[in-house]
């Protein structure tokens, strides 16, 4: 049983440009919630999507967006990189109604922008 | 604002022995509580939790104990082994409205369990 996948695991990008980040669930999964991992930091809660909806965000510019797809894949876009957002990019799956426990972390996506 | 805090960036401890990870917090609104352990280039792994209506949760060699009152959790680890050596990570989440179980996470600890 595949756990969550995310794509790709590492990412170099110039100031400015813009970045698409992927992730899959694991199987039986419908909820994704993506974190944000500076070095040297714990993960920051960036938003959650179920049924293909923001439903909670932490206190990120609108530069970062989100989307879910049908099958509960998600991606995760950033605008406008800035040196700032270099970090580790965390997917966490759960199913519905399973609260904080029930996550699943992906690998990760490490970005460094140049 | 840190609203949940680890204070030591590093813990060695000699395989056999006791690992106290500690955390503090500071919203009370905070009910529910998470140790993750994180490998490098791997994602963080859940390990145990605790509800604020309990003050002890045990799992084999891992306990958690939570005291309300001063706002601190700490992770016990009893005997630590060098598999252990990771980076702890405490989480918490609150009741607060519209709070779909977001994670606060504190800073982590690393610790190292030399054989």
């Known amino acids: 049983d595949a756990g969550v996948t995310q794509s790709p695991t590492h990412l170099i990008k110039t100031r400015g440009q813009q970045v698409t980040l992927r992730c899959s669930p694991k199987?039986?999964?419908?909820?994704v919630s993506w974190y944000q991992q500076a070095l040297g930091q714990g993960p920051q809660f960036i938003f959650q999507?179920?049924?293909?909806?923001?439903?909670q965000r932490g206190n990120f510019p609108d530069r970062f967006s989100g989307h879910q797809f049908p099958n509960y894949s998600s991606e995760l876009n950033v605008n406008a990189l800035l040196l700032g957002d270099s970090a580790l990019y965390l997917c966490a799956s759960s199913p519905q109604g399973v609260r904080n426990y029930g996550y699943t972390f992906g690998s990760g996506t490490r970005l460094t922008v140049v | 604002d840190q609203q949940v805090k680890q204070n030591s960036p590093s813990l060695s401890v000699q395989e056999g022995r006791i690992s106290i990870l500690n955390c503090d917090y500071t919203?009370?609104?905070?009910?529910?509580f998470l140790w993750y352990k994180k490998y490098p280039a791997e994602g963080p792994t859940f390990l145990i939790s605790?509800?604020?209506?309990?003050d002890k949760n045990e799992d084999g060699r891992f306990t958690v104990f939570l005291n309300k009152s001063a706002k601190h959790l700490s992770l016990h680890i009893v005997p630590s082994q060098p598999g252990d050596s990771a980076v702890y990570f405490c989480a918490a989440s609150g009741r607060s409205s519209g709070n779909t179980g977001k994670l606060i996470f504190g800073q982590g600890t690393t610790l190292q369990v030399k054989p």
């Open positions: 999507y179920y049924e293909e909806e923001e439903r």
């Open positions: 605790i509800s604020s209506i309990k």
């Open positions: 919203n009370s609104m905070f009910d529910y």
């Open positions: 199987s039986g999964h419908d909820t």
